[in-house]
């Protein structure tokens, strides 16, 4: 593997004060993706899950200005509470997007949960950089609707 090819595949790491079958849960039930999914400011006004193998995934997401745009991709594996690995393309793609595969692992910390996030490979540093970002703000919405639910 070359060093430009490792430089474009993202990874991202969070701890979350909850465990590990509940924020499995929030990254697989609609109703509760829909809470923290997309960037800041953004809404998942559509979400549907066929979690089993094989299965599909699609996502509307709306920004605070423009029009919605979706994403969907297929289940490759799925080992609740601790994996999901899934396929992720946008439907209306630019000429730098292609085909991703996103692997989410999820290790129990003693009712917090460790979720580690691998993403590739992507085309270009600017793709990358955007689905950094779009993560981290996720995982920021996730973090304040799990601390929500402690208030």
């Given at each position: 593997m070359?060093?430009q090819?490792?430089?474009?595949?993202?990874?991202?790491?969070?701890?979350?004060?909850?465990?590990?079958?509940?924020?499995f849960?929030l990254?697989?039930?609609?109703t509760?993706?829909?809470k923290?999914?997309?960037?800041?400011g953004?809404?998942t006004p559509?979400i549907q899950?066929?979690?089993r193998v094989?299965?599909?995934?699609?996502?509307?997401m709306?920004?605070?200005e423009g029009?919605?745009f979706?994403?969907s991709?297929?289940f490759?594996?799925?080992?609740?509470?601790?994996?999901?690995?899934?396929t992720?393309?946008w439907?209306?793609?630019?000429?730098?997007?292609r085909?991703?595969?996103?692997?989410?692992?999820l290790?129990?910390?003693?009712?917090?949960?460790?979720?580690?996030?691998?993403?590739?490979?992507?085309?270009?540093?600017?793709?990358?950089?955007?689905?950094?970002?779009?993560?981290?703000?996720?995982?920021?919405?996730?973090d304040?609707?799990?601390r929500?639910?402690?208030?």
């Amino acid at each position: 593997m070359t060093a430009q090819h490792r430089k474009l595949v993202l990874e991202q790491a969070r701890v979350f004060e909850a465990a590990t079958e509940h924020v499995f849960g929030l990254f697989t039930v609609p109703t509760e993706l829909a809470k923290w999914w997309g960037p800041h400011g953004f809404a998942t006004p559509e979400i549907q899950v066929d979690l089993r193998v094989g299965g599909s995934l699609r996502f509307t997401m709306q920004p605070p200005e423009g029009a919605a745009f979706h994403l969907s991709g297929e289940f490759l594996e799925i080992r609740p509470p601790s994996e999901l690995r899934f396929t992720f393309r946008w439907d209306e793609p630019v000429a730098d997007d292609r085909e991703t595969v996103a692997a989410v692992s999820l290790e129990p910390l003693g009712g917090r949960t460790s979720v580690t996030l691998v993403q590739g490979d992507f085309a270009t540093e600017e793709r990358l950089e955007l689905h950094r970002r779009g993560w981290a703000d996720s995982f920021e919405r996730l973090d304040a609707v799990l601390r929500s639910r402690r208030d």
